[in-house]
């Protein structure tokens, strides 16, 4: 069992920063390849990033390729969101996930955090 723990959501203004944590209880997290996603209101959960076990491979959706990093610490059991240049279009409910495979659909996707809420303004 995994429990995922996101933070450092907000509000921020268009063209801003902020960088999402996922903290990971359990011994096993650098077992578990890691990813985000995000919803917005009315819309499907979609995927946003993902990084394998080692964190030596990342993928990204590319509406927010060139934008935003993924990484992870396995030594401190965290992942990392690093979003830059913030859009209107980024507002969303964010979650961090942890499955077996690359995690970039959410049929991949065995643990989900509760999510964090990212809202850009105009």
């Known amino acids: 069992q995994v429990q995922l723990v996101e933070s450092g959501g907000g509000l921020v203004q268009a063209g801003g920063s902020l960088r999402l944590s996922c903290a990971a209880s359990?011994?096993?997290?650098?077992?578990?390849?890691m990813g985000w996603f995000r919803q917005a209101p009315g819309k499907e959960r979609e995927f946003v990033a993902a990084?394998?076990?080692?964190?030596?491979?990342?993928y990204y959706a590319e509406s927010v390729k060139g934008r935003f990093t993924i990484s992870r610490d396995n030594a401190k059991n965290t992942v990392y969101l690093q979003m830059n240049s913030l859009t209107t279009e980024d507002t969303a409910v964010y979650y961090c996930a942890a499955g077996e495979l690359i995690v970039i659909r959410t049929t991949r996707v065995t643990y989900w955090g509760q999510g964090t809420q990212v809202t850009v303004s105009s």
């Open positions: 990084i394998n076990r080692s964190g030596y491979d990342t």
């Open positions: 359990g011994r096993t997290f650098s077992s578990y390849a």
